[in-house]
């Protein structure tokens, strides 16, 4: 029997750099599109990228870091994984479960360093996947047909040109960002095609 995700039990999960926000030199301050579907990535808000992704993209062989600032990246995620081929190791430290009816289950998971990322389970109640003690994860370029996609909906569109601002030329105080971390999905038994 074949599950609903991706060939060898790997879901994904593509961001697209957001570009209302204009341009950052730092992957812990850059916004992103996300989603499993081209209808997912139009529907939700921007988020930023929890350290256990930002350590994949710098990590990654092939220098991932600077074209996921300038249009994004593909995150897969599979229950059985190795440390050949990208592959990074997150076990679960903590599980959180909601009063509120109906939200869904929530994992807190690390890796051997300590970088973290949130799953949170997807489906129906009684027909999800629970979320597994380890999730392997690993980054992807984002394939061309995906980045004409973003051009041709607006994704990678500012406002305006570009402004310096005042913190180029001076030290100034942190604010607090006031975007949340993203939460990467479970385990669907769907298939989810982008297009």
């Known amino acids: 029997m074949r599950k609903g995700t991706e060939s060898d039990g790997i879901w994904k999960l593509i961001l697209i750099r957001d570009g209302s926000q204009d341009y950052t030199h730092v992957l812990c301050e850059a916004d992103f599109k996300y989603g499993r579907t081209s209808e997912e990535l139009e529907l939700f808000d921007v988020k930023r990228l929890p350290s256990g992704l930002i350590q994949l993209v710098e990590e990654h062989p092939f220098n991932l870091y ?3 600032l300038e249009t994004g990246f593909i995150v897969e995620m599979t229950r059985r994984g190795s440390r050949g081929g990208g592959w ?20 807190l998971y690390a890796n051997e360093i300590g970088s ?28 061309l047909n995906y980045v004409a996609w973003a051009f041709e909906n607006g994704i990678f569109s500012s406002p305006g040109g570009h402004q ?32």
């Not at 990074?88 to 994992?107: D, H, W």
């Not at 990322?117 to 980054?139: A, H, K, M, N, Y």
């Open 66 to 68: 600077e074209e996921a």
């Open 88 to 107: 990074m190791k997150f076990t679960s430290s903590l599980m959180m479960i909601s009063n509120v009816p109906f939200e869904a289950p929530r994992g």
């Open 116 to 143: 973290t990322l949130e799953f949170q389970r997807v489906g129906c109640p009684g027909s999800s996947e629970e979320l597994p003690d380890t999730i392997w994860l690993r980054v992807k370029e984002l394939p």
């Open 164 to 195: 310096t601002t005042l913190d180029s030329w001076l030290e100034l105080p942190k604010l607090v960002n006031k975007v949340p971390l993203l939460v990467l999905p479970g385990e669907s038994k769907k298939t989810h095609r982008f297009i």
